[in-house]
């Protein structure tokens, strides 16, 4: 539309002035608002951009490879990928409570993304900044699928973010990086990173970041994806979160907005969690034998905003057809069943 031309045009400007010739970093998550900020800075000052994508490991179903091609392709960004799964499974080893969950998982993406940032600007892991002119970037293996940015000597002064206009709203309207809410990245960055912000979003509602998100050529998966949390699937395993459990939640969960989508009934409903009961069995029956496996509670939900929501009645021919499709494809699961609980009483995430 033109409003969103007017927009785009306007925010490009407005960052080039920011930015002038320094460099920048933009976190992915996979989300739309980070994509549509990075899109947009990346119209604005290119190559003097670098996006990182951290993967936990606790993403759904092809969504990794949303970020590392479709993202890429729709706008040539610079792309840094540190694949730090095995990391964040070893940190999240034995642990079952769900706040303790959340900590460790944004303890170590905040680590994670900052050894990138200082990659990004030094060409090497060392905690030491490297004096301008000094020794070289080091090999460059330390970034197999990432392509760096030309002059790896300069540092970073910006950092992109996604914060929206409501996000403005809810935590003050001040500014600097105290006022980045924490559910906009894994578990918030912290009050001392060294970056000064470009907040290209600030004045829209997340109706309007879609639309810009179209405008700038984004691929409808990411303009239209329905909001994730940033502890991902790491929060959807009741109990402890395995290689194993993730990988059978993936399967499940990958059926579930499969169907959706092809009901679609993408728009209608804000989010659709689905949770694995790693530390329930239930007693089952398939062909001749009799199983002992997991069940996956279904928890479709419409909302406005997230603060409240209700149930989502989906017709019961979808809720069949998930049903049937997980309990047969997914070999570990033999039970389904469905949350029709309001927020509140019960929150949208089971933890
Ligand atoms: P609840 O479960 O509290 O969730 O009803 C409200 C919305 O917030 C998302 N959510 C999170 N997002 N980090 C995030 O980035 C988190 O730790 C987190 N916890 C919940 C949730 O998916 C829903 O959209």
Redesign the pocket.
Known sequence: SWTMVNIAEEQIEAIRAQVGDKRAICGL?GGVDSAVAAALVQRAIGDQLTCVFVDHGLLRKGEPEQVEKDFVAATGVNLHVVDAQERFLDALAGVVDPEEK?KII?REFIRVFEAAAREIAFGDRSEARIAEGGSSRGSGGSSPRGRQGEDAAEPVEFLVQGTLYPDVVESGGGTGAANIK??????GLPDDLQFRLVEPLRALFKDEVRALGEQLGLPAEIVWRQ?????GLG?RIIGEVTRERLDILRDADAIAREELTRAGLDREV??F?VVLLADVRSVGVQGDGRTYGHPVVLRPVT?ED??T?DWARLPYDVLQKISTRITNEVREINRVVVDVTS?PP?????E
């Open positions: 998550s959340r944004g924490s559910h906009h990245n894994v578990g909001p994730f949390p940033g502890p929060i804000w989010q969690p909302s997230a603060m929501a927020k019960g929150t949208i995430e089971w």
